[in-house]
């Protein structure tokens, strides 16, 4: 018996069935993740948010499974062509691509030229001519011809000659051999292994796809294709710039009919007793084995493997997505202070908006530094006097057209007004004129014109970027390669698990959070965020967590997925503005009863916190794990899991990427992480890459265990194309720029399996070839 759903995801997350039976029932229950890995651990065995996310996504697909086994299992016992043996093979069918060649055979379809064959009385001599070979096929065919007749199905054609019934016999093995589940999984398991996906330019398309370069003679196995390049692959196909085609690694081409035969051919073959032993049917069987795999195998098997690795490359591409919105979004506040945003632009000015230290927008103004106008002195005379007027520490800068440009001024109103003791800083603008431009931000900032709403975005996501970015579409903050390309609603899911996580790890101030922030919390929907925003206008601020009960909409079961990651600063209870669950404030009274203190000196007494013991507070509903979290939150209410916040310095003069010279150390900061490196902002208005053989002296497997977004780096320059707008850096200051004219094929990103094996060679010898290290560290341009 196949084993349960359950007992399923026990074993591929490594955990007991208990744990996972827990985890189920909670989330079939409504709680949320956060609110499962947070306050009910006792019941999940500690089951932490990765795994419960990856248990959350593969309950949905083995449920799915169940649902579509199901569905099967009542189409054949329709047709009333269930046997005991097969149903045992359904029932233990691992995943849907075994259930769905198992079903080939029983699925509706339209009338086949098998099906009219069949009709017409074939079917016994493709069995005779399959059985015995040495029957002379042509003989044997002339037994069976008939005239054209009509069934229920609609005209038969008959079989006039013996042409036509030798070819209808053959319809009937061929759809026989396509459709046999076994042979199609060892075929689909050698043509995995085997397979080699190639493309070719579309003839006349060369300058017109020039960014497919690397791709107009490329091949490559198909089982260590990374996701970049398939998804590349692609969109070059999509593009009608590429033609891209399946072929075993035997051949020199995709099967051509008078090709030899083929692996593949050889195992339909062998699966069906066909061998050629000079019988008069052998050169038939044959031939009939060679229309099998090229007409109806090769294709759907080339199909299926094509969309599996599409599959394959989206997934591993919505994980990179999700990792970088991550960093992102738990990227470093600068925290609440004054902050000056500037929207950079050349014709249409740059756009200035001021906001206190809680956000609010306290002034705002167009200046014009830049062509046509150049108002440069004017221009940093108006912001001098913003930034005195309402104390302004912090200058956010967008990093988007004239960016570099925008930033000499504020460096330059930095030299000229020292007294004003600002500090500047180039962030992303990535999804600020999607914001401008939405309803939210109508209601959030009715007064303001569009243009400048994008300023006001630029200097919040400066003080906290997670409360801004909340604000945005996660697919419109920029973060992801071929975000366009993958599938809209995973990508969409999996984005707002991250966001979810993200605001549920530091937690909301309710008092001060927006809508949309709130609407992230575990538990809380956007209509009952906007109802607590509402609240809060109507009755001024929460004095504690209870009073969010009085709510309307917010009853039992969300107050008490959300109460947990809602905050109240300066409340009447002091475990309000902590990650201590309401529920959970009689054992903190059970621990101060004990110890003899109030609250408010226990909280942040570390000594006393560490010296007591959880086990001594446990009972049945709350275990030690809870009460371990206790005493640490207890220790540091209300801890920001984010890093310290630092900044980047960007290089005087070097403002343009054809200021970048070879060998050149610049301080810049992560902006995207991808399977195959890091790119980085050194503030050129063009990105530049690390790959990820050159992330570090030491092999690396995955570039996100090196780099994050929103991390501070310093590179070198190796290789700059201005036509191409393409940089190459590395990490590694020891590295030297390439020899001009160095081949494409030396270069590391045109084969990632030597880059793999001689970064292992490396590893292990070190000192060996200091050569090849620094030609392996070479990004192709």
């Known amino acids: 018996m196949l084993p349960s759903i359950e007992q399923r995801l026990a074993v591929e997350l490594a955990a007991k069935p208990a744990q996972v039976a827990a985890a189920v029932a909670l989330l079939d229950e409504g709680a949320t993740v956060p609110f499962i890995a ?39 016992e329709e047709q009333g062509k269930m046997t005991p043996e097969l149903l045992d093979t359904i029932v233990h069918a691992e995943d849907k691509t075994r259930l769905e060649d198992l079903y080939l055979p029983y699925k509706p379809k ?46 038969n054609p008959g079989v006039p000659d013996a042409k036509a019934a030798l070819d209808g016999a053959r319809q009937i093995l061929m759809e026989r051999f396509a459709e046999d589940a076994t042979l199609l999984q060892a075929l689909r398991e050698f ?62 081409e995709k099967p051509k009919w008078d090709a030899p035969h083929n692996p593949c051919e050889g195992r339909i073959a062998a ?48 994980n990179v997505f999700a990792r970088n919105l991550k960093d992102l979004l738990l990227a470093a506040p600068a925290g609440p202070r004054a902050t000056m945003g500037l929207d950079p632009g050349l014709r249409t000015g740059v756009k200035v908006a001021v906001v206190d230290a809680t ?26 006097l913003l ?53 939210y931000a109508s209601r959030e900032l009715p007064e303001l014109d569009v243009s400048l709403r994008g300023a006001v975005s630029i200097a919040r996501r400066l003080q906290d970027p997670l409360a801004e970015l909340v604000k945005i579409d996660p697919k419109s903050i920029g973060v992801g390669q071929y975000q366009h390309d993958v599938g809209q609603t995973q990508l969409a899911r999996s984005l707002d698990a991250v966001v979810e996580d993200c605001v549920n790890a530091v937690g909301v101030d309710v008092n001060t959070a927006s809508a949309p922030l709130l609407a992230r919390v575990s538990g809380l929907s956007s209509s009952v ?86 086990a001594k507070y446990a009972d049945d509903r709350f275990g030690v794990p809870t009460i371990t979290d206790i005493i640490k939150e207890l220790e540091k209410p209300g801890r920001d899991p984010r890093p310290e916040f630092t900044t980047a310095t960007f290089k005087e003069g070097v403002e343009d990427i054809k200021d970048l010279r070879p060998d050149m150390i610049l301080e810049g900061v992560v902006t995207n992480v991808a399977a195959f490196g890091a790119f980085v902002d050194i503030g050129v208005h063009q990105d530049g890459l690390v790959h990820i053989s050159a992330l570090s002296n030491t092999f690396v497997r995955d570039p996100h265990s090196v780099v994050k977004a929103g991390q501070v780096v310093k590179v070198k320059v190796l290789e700059v194309d201005e036509k191409r707008r393409r940089i190459a850096l590395t990490m590694r200051l020891s590295d030297t720029p390439p020899p001009a004219g ?10 990632d399996a030597r880059r793999m094996t001689q970064h292992q060679q490396q590893a292990r010898q070190p000192a060996a070839n200091n050569a090849m290290a620094a030609a392996f560290a070479k990004l192709k341009g």
Do not use: C
Not at 139 to 155: I, M, Q, S
Not at 424 to 437: D, H, N, P, R
Not at 742 to 751: F, G, I, L, S, T
């Open 529 to 614: 965020a906007q109802s607590i925003i509402n609240y809060r206008d109507m009755k001024g601020m929460f004095k504690s967590r209870a009073e969010l009960r009085a709510v309307p909409r917010l009853g039992d079961k969300t107050f008490e997925q959300a109460a947990g990651f809602l905050r109240i600063m300066n409340g009447d209870n002091p475990l309000d503005a902590s990650a201590v669950h309401p529920e959970s404030y009689p054992v903190v009274e059970k621990i101060l009863a004990d110890i003899k203190k109030d609250v408010k000196s226990v909280i942040g007494d570390g000594k006393a916190l560490k010296s007591l013991n959880p």
């Open 191 to 252: 043509l995995t292994e085997h397979g080699v996906v190639e493309s070719k330019v579309v003839e006349g398309k060369e300058d017109a796809g020039a960014k497919f370069a690397d791709y107009f003679d490329y091949s490559e196995t198909i089982g260590t294709i990374p996701s970049h390049r398939a998804l590349a692959l692609f969109r070059g196909r999509r593009e009608e710039v590429l033609t891209v085609s399946l072929r075993l690694d035997s051949e020199e």
């Open 359 to 384: 956000g609010k927008v306290v002034d705002t103004a167009t200046i014009y530094p830049h062509q046509p106008r150049n108002d440069w002195h004017g221009s940093i005379h108006t912001l001098a």
């Open 387 to 439: 930034a005195a007027k309402h104390n302004v520490a912090l200058i956010s800068i967008g990093n988007g057209t004239a960016s570099r440009e925008t930033d000499k001024l504020a460096q330059d109103l930095i030299k000229q007004h020292p007294e004003l003791k600002l500090t500047k800083i180039v962030v992303s603008e990535a999804g600020a004129s999607v914001y401008s431009a939405s309803e």
């Open 38 to 76: 947070r306050y009910r651990k006792e019941a999940t065995g500690g089951l932490d948010d990765i795994q419960l996310r990856l248990l959350e996504e593969r309950l949905r697909y083995l449920r799915e499974l169940e649902d579509r086994r199901a569905a099967i299992i009542a189409s054949i």
């Open 742 to 751: 160095a081949r494409p094929e030396q270069r590391a990103d045109r084969n």
């Open 271 to 318: 699966r069906f007793g066909i061998a050629n032993r000079g019988r008069p049917a052998d050169k038939w069987l044959a031939d009939t084995v060679r229309w099998a795999w090229r007409v109806k195998v090769f294709m759907h098997l080339e199909t299926e493997l094509m969309t599996s690795l599409r599959e394959r490359a989206e997934a591993e591409a919505i």
């Open 110 to 155: 339209r009338r086949t030229k098998a099906q009219i064959a069949a009709e017409a009385g074939l079917t016994e001599l493709a069995d005779a001519l399959l059985a015995n070979p040495s029957l002379n096929p042509e003989e044997e065919a002339a037994k069976y011809l008939k005239p054209a007749f009509t069934t229920t199905n609609g005209d």
